[in-house]
């Protein structure tokens, strides 16, 4: 038995449209004013969503100031947290994009510390600040300088050095005595024999003739003998520990790295472990 009982407050479509249609809002042309405005609805799976939070039974029952309506604390932390990580990217993409942002950082730091970034060291050749007789001086010298002591610095490095000298306003003979002791001195220069007590170092590089050789007085000692070129002659021993090549009376030798020793006001020197000899009038092996 179907029911007939319908509820008064039905209305047909007609009286609904025409009802709807009282409330149109027009312009004053007369024409109906459309709303552009999209019309943002739930989907259905969120609205069951919203009304299974709601019904958690820790989910918050009213929205305040410290909390969001029907979340649970687990979800407000989930939600805090995402938006503190989105703050912190944008934060960082507008500091990697600020220009000029390292120049700014280093002037803070100079300003900070107290001081300022120290000015670049001018390189330039000395030479260059001299006048054309000076600098004809110099070059003479180096020349002069450069054969005189071997193995050493370069030609140039000599013009250079006593180039500064001068520049400085050292006179050229002051200068040129001045760079021939520090060329001496250098590691690999050849220093003349007559030289080798007024180095101003503990190892010297000599080169010349083995002039003698004597017969050891120890078994420690493997050669002892007197070297000799144009400027003087010196004793040199030669240590059985050393385990160097052995030298012959009338071969021209070079003994690099030699130690100076001084006995009874006499300086001699001493081959040891830290020291070489070369042969240079021997040809290279390949070129025999």
């Known amino acids: 038995m179907s029911s007939k009982n319908v509820s008064s407050e039905v209305v047909s479509v007609d009286e609904q449209a025409f009802e709807k249609h009282d409330d149109v809002e027009v312009d004053e042309d007369g024409f109906e004013v459309v709303d552009e405005t999209p019309e943002f609805r739930a989907t259905v799976d969120m609205e069951v969503q919203a009304k299974v939070d709601s019904n958690h039974p820790d989910a918050r029952v009213e929205e305040g100031p410290d909390h969001l309506y029907g979340k649970t604390l687990e979800q407000e932390e989930r939600i805090e947290a995402r938006e503190a990580e989105l703050e912190h990217i944008s934060a960082q993409a507008e500091l990697s994009q600020q220009e000029g942002r390292a120049k700014r950082t280093r002037e803070v730091v100079v300003e900070q510390c107290g001081r300022d970034e120290p000015e670049p060291v001018e390189c330039t050749d000395p030479r260059e600040k001299l006048t054309q007789e000076e600098l004809a001086a110099v070059n003479k010298q180096a020349m002069r300088i450069s054969d005189e002591v071997q193995g050493g610095w370069s030609r140039a490095v000599v013009a250079k050095q006593l180039a500064e000298k001068v520049q400085r306003g050292e006179d ?44 050891p007085s120890s078994s420690a000692i493997q050669q002892v003998g007197l070297i000799a070129d144009d400027s003087g002659k010196i004793k040199f021993t030669c240590w059985e520990r050393s385990n ?39 040809g290279r092996w390949w070129e025999a």
């Open 172 to 215: 050229v003979t002051k200068a040129v005595l001045e760079t021939l002791e520090e060329l001496k001195a250098a590691p690999g220069a050849i220093v003349p024999i007559a030289d080798v007590p007024d180095v101003p170092v503990g190892e010297v590089t000599v080169q010349g003739t083995v002039q003698t050789l004597w017969e």
């Open 244 to 282: 160097q090549t052995v030298v012959r009376e009338g071969q021209t030798v070079r003994f690099r790295a030699a130690a100076k020793n001084w006995y009874e006001g006499r300086c001699s020197i001493a081959l040891t472990g830290w020291s070489d000899i070369h042969f240079p009038e021997r």
